[in-house]
């Protein structure tokens, strides 16, 4: 092998090892769980709820929540929907459901807009 062929096949490696590290922190879970590439080093910062006393919360909505796969998930949802004034949510992670309680009647579409804006989506049940 000459110089030239020695120098082209290390650009290649590297060229290969980059592009390896890469796809491990996109499918790998380190730029989060659908390879957002956002910094998920850091949780997401929780959106407190002030009134946690469930009988200040007479309206109910349940819906189940696709793509969430890890707290991470279940955290950027639940702040999505509780940065909505008068709302609070809980989800539950295994059955993939979120429930919004809300001090005032409840938008559908206005939840449903938070969690995409999370990154997830609402599952349609058929009627």
């Known amino acids: 092998m000459n110089a030239q062929t020695v120098v082209l096949l290390i650009v290649v490696l590297v060229l290969f090892a980059f592009a390896l590290r890469r796809a491990r922190d996109v499918f790998g879970g380190k730029a989060g769980c659908h390879g957002s590439g956002s910094n998920s080093s850091k949780a997401p910062k ?11 919360y007479p309206y109910r909505l ?12 279940k955290a950027a949802v639940e702040n ?30 206005a939840v449903e807009d938070a969690v995409e804006a999370a990154g997830y989506y609402v599952v349609r049940q058929p009627e």
């Open 62 to 73: 349940e819906l189940v929540v696709g793509g969430m796969t890890c707290d991470r998930c």
């Open 46 to 56: 929780p959106v407190v709820v002030a009134d946690t006393d469930e009988s200040h």
């Open 80 to 109: 999505s929907v509780n940065s909505i004034p008068g709302m609070w949510a809980r989800v539950d992670l295994g059955e993939r459901r979120i429930m919004v309680l809300g001090k005032s009647p409840i938008e559908q579409a």
